[in-house]
């Protein structure tokens, strides 16, 4: 048995401003997918335990099939002709990343698939053949992703993103006097409407909203240097002020503020939606010393709390018989 697994992504400052090319920073956190396989005589069975759903695909990845599991019929037809092979297999997925949250669910999941199955099968992939994979099942799912979630969950760690410009790693400095929430809305949405909405916004207002945009670029790359620099109180300011934009092109939510404003006054440095927004998950920055007194003032308006921290390491695969 093999099992491979693959972190969650958040992105720190950016959203919606990287589509019309300006930076992101975006990082990996440990809350993690898994894809676990199996050998198997009958097909390839997929079970996902968080969806509740178990499908064969036919060898010959033919026929119709779930639309849940069309991602999963990309991949594995990628790795066909690249690779020349599919084996019968039981492919378990379980994943501790909330679906719709703004965390990389299916990325994550798709990126845990891919390197489990690429092992089960004997091929090596490199982890840029990984990101490029399970990019194209991305774009089953979004249309036409950023490239954020797939880039983030496969290397892990922090990156700074320019669409059409790949991504460069930063070399975090790391403080353990200061630690990070994940505060999920439990609010699902469609991260496609939300940036077409955003889209449309910008073209019936470009002239208004292009001085934000850049803004945001700058905002981006002062972010990129305090995480570089370990300086956490200015990263929090930064985070703050990214959530006033985001406030301002209208992807926040009144339970978004409230989880916000709740951790700044319980002593969070920084606060902002992560994501599409419209929902999703609120990424809270705070002194490690403050983080339960954070945690209790937001605790009514939330659906689930993550205490979690950025790690730098992306997939993950082990086989059961190794020790």
């Not at 997918?33 to 335990?49: P, T, V, W």
């Not at 319980?266 to 902002?272: D, F, H, P, Q, V």
């Amino acid at each position: 048995m093999i099992e491979a697994s693959a972190p969650s992504k958040v992105i720190i400052v950016g959203e919606h401003f990287v589509v019309k090319g300006q930076p992101a920073i975006a990082a990996a956190l440990d809350v993690r997918s898994k894809a676990r396989i199996e050998e198997n005589l009958k097909g390839i069975i997929i079970r996902s335990i968080n969806l509740n759903f178990e499908v064969m695909i036919p060898m010959e990845l033919s026929g119709s099939l779930p639309k849940e599991v069309e991602p999963f019929r990309r991949i594995l037809k990628t790795m066909s002709e690249r690779y020349g092979k599919l084996r019968p297999a039981k492919i378990t997925l379980e994943s501790e990343i909330p679906v719709g949250s703004g965390m990389g669910s299916s990325a994550s999941t798709f990126a845990a698939f891919t390197a489990a199955y690429s092992r089960y099968l004997g091929v090596e992939l490199s982890l840029d053949e990984v990101n490029e994979i399970v990019y194209e099942a991305e774009c089953v799912v979004h249309g036409k992703p950023s490239g954020i979630d797939n880039t983030i969950v496969t290397y892990g760690g922090v990156i700074a993103y320019r669409k059409g410009e790949g991504f460069l790693r930063l070399n975090v400095k790391i403080n353990q006097d200061y630690a990070w929430l994940v505060a999920d809305t439990g609010v699902r949405r469609s991260t496609g409407d939300l940036v077409r909405r955003v889209l449309d916004l910008y073209d019936k207002y470009e002239e208004v909203l292009m001085p934000l945009y850049h803004a945001a670029g700058h905002l981006a790359i002062e972010a990129a240097k305090a995480l570089e620099q370990g300086d956490y109180e200015k990263l929090g300011e930064l985070m703050n002020i990214n959530q006033g934009m985001l406030e301002a092109i209208g992807v926040s939510t009144l339970q978004i503020s409230e989880i916000v404003y709740k951790a700044k006054e319980a002593g969070a440095l920084g606060a902002k939606l992560t994501g599409a927004g419209g929902g999703g998950a609120v990424l809270i920055l705070a002194k490690r010393g403050d983080l339960n007194e954070v945690e209790e003032a937001i605790k009514p308006y939330t659906a689930k709390i993550f205490k979690t921290r950025i790690t730098h390491t992306g997939i993950r695969v082990k086989e059961f018989n190794e020790r």
